[in-house]
Nanobody, 128 residues
Framework: QVQLVESGGGLVQVGGSLRLSCAAS????????MAWFRQAPGKEREFVAT???????????YYADSVKGRFTISTDNAKNTVYLQMNSLKPEDTAVYYC??????????????????WGQGTQVTVSS
């Protein structure tokens, strides 16, 4: 089992940056596939980024096309934390951002239904 708590959201101007954190407790997050999702008002939850493991123990990272080149997912194993660095923010990035985890750590996934553990979410608002 793992408990996830997001932080770092807030209000930022267009073109600005934010760094979201997802602190995991219980099992270490390295035992899980980790991902970030977001949900804007009136929209379904959508995939943002994920980090998984290969058979060589290296990380594999995947991004949604809408954030590729602007967002970066990373981990700090010692702190059991996953980060989402968000640069060049746009108004359409406004959403509640959720951290998610699943035990199938070798398999990438982009659907919310493929993740079993979720944080409470943190609001990101980008002013136009």
């Amino acid at each position: 089992q793992v408990q996830l708590v997001e932080s770092g959201g807030g209000l930022v101007q267009v073109g600005g940056s934010l760094r979201l954190s997802c602190a995991a407790s219980g099992r270490t997050f390295s035992s899980y596939r980790m991902a970030w999702f977001r949900q804007a008002p009136g929209k379904e939850r959508e995939f943002v980024a994920t980090i998984t493991w290969s058979s060589t123990s290296s990380t594999n990272i995947y991004y949604a096309d809408s954030v590729k080149g602007r967002f970066t997912i990373s981990t700090d194993n010692a702190k059991n934390t996953v980060y989402l660095q968000m640069n060049s923010l746009k108004p359409e990035d406004t959403a509640v951002y959720y951290c998610a985890a699943d035990r199938n750590k070798f398999r990438p996934a982009v659907a919310p239904s493929q993740y079993d553990y979720w944080g409470q979410g943190t609001q990101v608002t980008v002013s136009s």
